[in-house]
Nanobody
């Protein structure tokens, strides 16, 4: 069984910054893709950014140039650095990881974090 624990959310003023973290724990052999999603009140969940095992990244247009996704494979952790935040970025942010988990035989499974609330307001 794999657990994802997110942290770093909170209240921030417009144009401020936050850094989200999402750490996986359990019997983990490797982690393939790592993804951040968000869900604003009354809206559907949407992809924010993703990063592959070799470090290739992809961003939604509305966060390009403001957000940066990164990962630390030794810590099984994915990060989301969010700069120049606007009220439109207010949402619950979720991480998702494709984890090869044990005990053996190892198999890939999709794990989700519990979500962390980011509120951008003056």
């Amino acid at each position: 069984q794999v657990q994802l624990v997110e942290s770093g959310g909170g209240l921030v003023q417009p144009v401020g910054s936050l850094r989200l973290s999402c750490a996986a724990s359990g019997i983990i052999f490797t982690i393939r893709g790592m993804v951040w999603y968000r869900q604003a009140p009354g809206k559907q969940r949407e992809l924010v950014a993703d990063i592959t095992s070799d470090g290739s990244t992809n961003y939604a247009d509305y966060v390009k140039g403001r957000f940066t996704i990164s990962r630390d494979n030794a810590k099984n952790t994915v990060y989301l650095q969010m700069n120049s935040l606007t009220p439109e970025d207010t949402a619950v942010y979720y991480c998702n990881q494709e984890v090869m988990a044990g005990p053996p035989p190892y198999r890939y499974l999709e794990a989700w974090g519990q979500g962390t609330l980011v509120t951008v307001s003056s």
